[in-house]
């Protein structure tokens, strides 16, 4: 049975700002999927639900939290 591993990255409403820098600086990075936030979901209206990417040959999945933590996750890259 084959199996992998992906690193999850989580945000508070900057993912997708991070997600889109990662990928500008890793050459043939790809996004694989992103699927947003709907109307009446939990998380705000199109903000990244997940986003599975892959950078420099390693899995990636990308999500801002729809829940208020009192902890923050935001890397440098996600505040240029």
């Known amino acids: 049975m084959a199996r992998s591993v ?16 990662y990928v500008s600086l890793f050459a043939g990075s790809t996004i694989t999927s992103l699927l947003r936030y709907g109307s009446g979901e939990q998380g705000p209206e199109g903000k990244i639900k997940r986003a599975n ?24 890259a996600a505040r240029w």
Do not use: Y
């Open 6 to 21: 992906a690193t999850f990255l989580m945000f508070d409403g900057v993912a997708e700002k991070a997600l889109n820098l």
């Open 53 to 76: 990417v892959t950078l420099a040959q390693h899995q990636l999945i990308f999500f801002d939290s729809p829940i208020q933590h009192a902890f923050t996750f935001e890397s440098a």
